[in-house]
């Protein structure tokens, strides 16, 4: 079924829109309208790249190319000039639509403009393709990898589920261009309506107006919810039910998400771009229960092979594209997700990527599982664990903290000195020695990808 089928399944003559920064589209629009220009018959059977920097006017292409388009490339709105020639190359594209705020790109003989007010068309929204979906990994430095999804692997997670009862009001902190947004994306459409973020807004702002337009549903990194906690404007939404994913979620910021939002489910879901959605976790608690594992020969199935995360699952992307690209999955069909877990009392955590290990000494320390030793500490907000070169042991372990904001609670907060033995205290506490950092360091803020994941050196 492709996407325009999916919407109007939900119901009859579409009910929901999509609400960007600076405007706002009723799906229904789109059954006599095009954001298109009336071009959309050039695109057919065509392998287009999608540019454009608002997240309406890719969301409505999507919409409009699915089923048309033989394949549709989702460049978020960052990437890099130099990578953009070997995403071209590497994905066959032979066509564009882009807005305003890109060039028409080299090597693209066909482009077609973009809008986020969709013009009266006479349209036959007639399907001819099984539209392949590119999308790009969110790595931090170096040309992005291409990732080969189709619509059926996109909304797997999704399939049996029930309709929800009355529209619901979703809203993500991703963009839909990645992985994590586009799942929420898919979502909405069939379940009512969603607000876009954009990155012309601070935390506060897009909180305010998700808050403005009824939002009941929220997604994002931990990252990005320990900034909307920081911002001072968490109270702006009231949402029935809170996701994380994209990140370790760690028992710190489920506790403040559920002390923020008692009302609310809070969820976090293992989801990645090549695995897709492995599960989602309801219970509160950091990590997951170890007898997941043992539910073999259904839907989606998952393994740890030397500590390490492997999926097999519908969900799962069929490829890498490009000359000379690594096998994505192994003979078996198992996805390796490059993620260690560690068993404690029956329940697997998260402690970090495969390649982000600091070697202490010749003993292995996973900055996350630092991170949330300090993260538990009722003042810290949130950290970012790196490594120092030491002339003795190789690297050494340090900490940058950023702490909440004393203003917004109810007692004075400490002083850093006192703060900082506090922190070192707690590490002590629950982290093997060569895992204490040597030296914490308080900072405002720590940078944020695109991607809403903490950037982490050499990353």
């Not at 999608?50 to 997240?55: C, G, V």
């Not at 013009?119 to 590119?134: C, G, I, K, Q, Y």
């Not at 989801?271 to 229960?289: I, K, N, R």
């Amino acid at each position: 079924m492709r996407l325009w089928d999916r919407i109007r399944a939900a119901d009859r003559r579409p009910a929901g829109a999509l609400r960007g920064v600076h405007a706002s589209v009723a799906l229904a629009a789109l059954e006599r309208g095009s954001s298109l220009g009336g071009r959309l018959e050039e695109l057919r059977g065509r392998r287009v790249l999608i540019l454009a920097r608002e997240q309406l006017a890719a969301a409505l292409a999507l919409i409009e190319l699915d089923g048309i388009a033989e394949r549709v490339v989702l460049c978020p709105p960052d990437i890099a000039q130099e990578h953009l020639a070997g995403v071209i190359h590497n994905s066959g594209a032979n066509a564009c639509v882009r807005d305003s705020a890109f060039a028409h790109p080299e090597g693209i003989s066909l482009c077609v403009s973009s809008s986020t007010v969709p013009a009266p068309a006479e349209l036959v929204r007639r399907a001819s393709h099984d539209t392949e979906w590119v999308l790009l990994t969110s790595g931090t430095t170096g040309a992005p990898k291409l990732v080969l999804h189709t619509l059926a692997s996109l909304t797997s997670a999704m399939s049996g589920r029930e309709p929800p009862p009355a529209p619901l009001v979703w809203s993500t902190f991703y963009d839909i261009r990645r992985y994590g947004g586009l799942q929420i994306f898919l979502r909405a459409l069939s379940d009512g309506s969603l607000v876009l973020s954009s990155p012309s807004e601070s935390p506060a702002q897009f909180l305010a107006r998700a808050g403005q337009a009824g939002v009941t549903h929220v997604s994002g990194t931990p990252s990005h919810w320990r900034r909307a906690l920081m911002s001072g404007a968490a109270s702006k939404i009231a949402p029935r039910y809170v996701r994380l994913s994209g990140e370790i979620a760690d028992q710190a910021i489920l506790d403040s998400l559920r002390a923020t939002y008692p009302e609310a489910r809070v969820a976090h879901a293992f989801a990645s771009t090549e695995a897709g959605v492995a599960f989602e976790v309801q219970d509160g608690l950091a990590g997951f229960p170890a007898s997941l594992l043992a539910k073999r020969g259904g839907a989606v199935e998952m393994e740890v092979v030397a500590d390490t995360l492997r999926i097999r699952s519908p969900g799962n992307a069929s490829a890498y594209l490009g000359e000379n690209a690594p096998a994505l999955k192994d003979p078996d069909g198992f996805v390796n997700t490059g993620d260690r877990l560690e068993l404690r009392n029956g329940r697997l955590h998260f402690v970090g990527r495969s390649g982000g290990v600091i070697n202490v000494g010749g003993l292995k320390v996973h900055p996350e599982e630092v991170e949330a030793a300090i993260n538990s500490h009722p003042w810290v907000r949130m950290s970012l664990v790196k490594s120092r070169r030491s002339p003795i042991t190789g690297a050494i372990v340090e900490a940058d903290v950023v702490l909440r904001n004393h203003s917004s609670e109810p007692c004075a907060r400490p002083a850093e000195e006192a703060l900082g033995r506090e922190i070192m205290d707690t590490c002590r506490r629950l982290l093997a020695p060569h895992k204490v950092p040597a030296r914490i360091r308080f900072v405002p803020a720590l940078e944020m990808s695109a991607s809403g994941k903490l950037v982490r050196p050499g990353a």
